[in-house]
């Protein structure tokens, strides 16, 4: 029930701002150059190494675009 009304939640908010996902996926993809530029910390080195948030954002984004033509 729980996941049920989550789902029909996240659709109806989704459905009025279609460009949102794709607006993170942006963002993340910006985040990861400014991340590669930063020093290497424990942390941030290894999220300049994996490049985890280009591959997060770029997800993002194309869920975004196959969810606004869905919605």
Known sequence: MAITRFL???SDYLARR???PVLIGVVLIC???VVTFL???PAVGWL???DLL???GALVGL???LLGDAL
């Open 18 to 20: 279609k460009g949102l």
């Open 63 to 65: 869920m975004g675009v």
């Open 39 to 41: 020093p290497p910390w």
């Open 54 to 56: 280009l591959h997060i």
């Open 8 to 10: 029909r939640v996240a």
């Open 48 to 50: 300049a190494e994996t």
């Open 31 to 33: 985040l990861n150059l």
